[in-house]
């Protein structure tokens, strides 16, 4: 089966770091691209950017370079989305997702269950 | 970027009730949009690719059509399972994605 498993929740203060990650089991981990999906609190699904872990090609949303850093280990199956000083607008639920691609169509199945990642002084 | 429009941003309906959902691109995004369901607390499940191939497992009454800069999502005949926020989502061969703004379906 495929399955993609997130870390657990995590509480933050401002100003702190954070890594959070999302491991793939039941294919091959190398060859599919992996994204990542916020969810503000009763809001909507916004991308956020996307790696590739056999090479760890990166691309990012604009709105969202430079606010985070998406990488991969592929030895262990993991990918990571990282925060080098948090901020309170960064409290949201956070979903990795795995692209499926045929030719030029692609979509995101499955997802992982989420980490909510909460930051509060 | 493309932005997706969709609407309405919530939809009240009785069970059996026919649904529609659109969305629309602001250019040409040919036939490059999925449709997702999120339930209450769960993460988002793919519903429908490239418009209107329907995801294996996914029932039938489920349906998706549309291309180029307006798109359309139905349920022929609601559920009291189909409550949930469904999104649709366009992507391009440069992997950039947008999803619009959600539509959150409830049972009247």
């Keep these: 089966e495929v399955q993609l498993v997130q870390s657990g929740a995590e509480v933050k ?10 491991k793939g089991s039941g294919y091959s981990f190398t060859s599919y691209w992996i994204g990542w999906v916020r969810q503000m609190p009763g809001k909507g699904l916004e991308w956020m950017g996307i ?16 606010q985070v850093t998406i990488s ?4 262990i199956s993991t990918a990571y989305l990282q925060w080098s000083s948090l901020k309170a607008s960064d409290t949201a639920m956070y979903y990795c997702a795995r692209l499926l691609r045929a030719g030029i169509s692609n979509w995101f199945d499955p997802w992982g269950q989420g980490t909510l990642v909460t930051v509060s002084s | 970027d493309i932005q997706m429009t969709q ?6 309906a009785s069970v059996g009730d026919r ?23 769960k993460a988002p499940k793919l519903l429908i690719y490239d418009a209107s191939n329907l ?14 800069t307006d798109f359309t999502f139905t349920i022929s005949s609601l559920q009291p399972e189909d409550i949930a926020t469904y999104y649709c989502q366009q992507y391009d061969n440069l992997l950039l994605y947008t999803f619009g703004q959600g539509t959150k379906l409830e049972i009247k």
Aim: proline letters at 8%; aromatic letters at 10%; charged letters at 15%.
């Design chain 1, 72 to 75: 991969a280990d592929k030895s």
């Design chain 2, 55 to 68: 995801e294996t497992g996914v029932p039938s009454r489920f349906s998706g059509s549309g291309s180029g």
């Design chain 2, 19 to 41: 649904v529609t959902i659109t969305c629309q691109a602001s250019q040409d995004i040919s036939n490059y949009l999925n449709w997702y369901q999120q339930k209450p607390g």
């Design chain 2, 7 to 12: 609407s309405p941003s919530s939809l009240s």
């Design chain 1, 51 to 66: 790696i590739y872990p056999g090479d760890s090609d990166t691309r990012y949303s604009p709105s969202f370079q430079g």
């Design chain 1, 13 to 22: 203060k401002p100003g702190e770091s954070l890594k959070i990650s999302c």
